[in-house]
């Protein structure tokens, strides 16, 4: 639900028709937001989450420092605007190409290096929960912990449990006409079903 594991794809899929990366590097957006899943890399917001709008293009190691990469695509991640904005420049770390993102728990875990669930957790109420690394270092730098986002972080666990709901009281319901038909049942335990599924609705009803 939060913080998939991302890939990249080949290289040579973000080559122009001459060959090489785009001297634009925002011409590779539509790569980079698939291979982020058109989420945020940090907050994990999605595009359709953020109203549609389009997203940033974050160079995750700084071109300010790390000029070699500019147009890389691998060093291009999809952000949200605030999330770009409160990043800036920012590398804690030795600046060094290809070396570590982050070193005990200051810097930036690097999405498409590290499973960011070996990290953290999203609590119950959106919270982004530090468990090792430089989580807590993010967010604090970039806010990702802002009321926008935990409120978008809820909607979506009330969304995944009202499915989850749902997904029950239909095999429930499946499983109760099919018993009945077969005369499997008897009146007190169809009522028992019955009031299973009545539970469930109640449940849903109060999301």
Avoid at 137 to 160: A, C, D, F, Q, T
Wanted: proline share 5%; glycine share 6%; net charge positive.
């Amino acid at each position: 639900m939060f913080f998939k594991k991302l890939t990249r794809r080949p290289e040579a899929e973000y080559h122009s028709n001459r060959g090489d990366f785009y001297a634009d590097y925002r011409k590779n957006y539509a790569n980079v937001a698939l291979d982020c899943e058109q989420r945020c890399v940090y907050c994990d917001i999605s595009i359709e989450e953020s109203g549609g709008d389009e997203m940033h293009l974050d160079h995750f190691r700084p071109q300010e420092h790390f000029k070699d990469l500019s147009i890389h695509p691998y060093n291009l991640y999809l952000s949200c605007p605030k999330c770009n904005i409160l990043k800036t420049s920012d590398w804690p770390v030795p600046r060094i190409v290809d070396g570590p993102t982050f070193v005990g728990s200051i810097g930036y875990i690097d999405r498409f290096q590290h499973d960011c669930n070996i990290f953290l957790y999203v609590d119950k109420d959106g919270y982004i929960v530090p468990v090792s690394g430089p989580i807590k270092y993010m967010i604090g730098k970039m806010h990702l912990n802002r009321p926008s986002r935990v409120n978008v972080r809820r909607r979506r666990i009330i969304e995944h449990r009202k499915t989850n709901i749902l997904s029950g009281i239909l095999r429930l319901t499946d499983r109760l006409q099919a018993a009945t038909a077969e005369g499997k049942l008897s009146l007190v335990q169809r009522e028992q079903k019955r009031a299973q599924i009545d539970e469930l609705l109640k449940s849903y009803s109060m999301l």
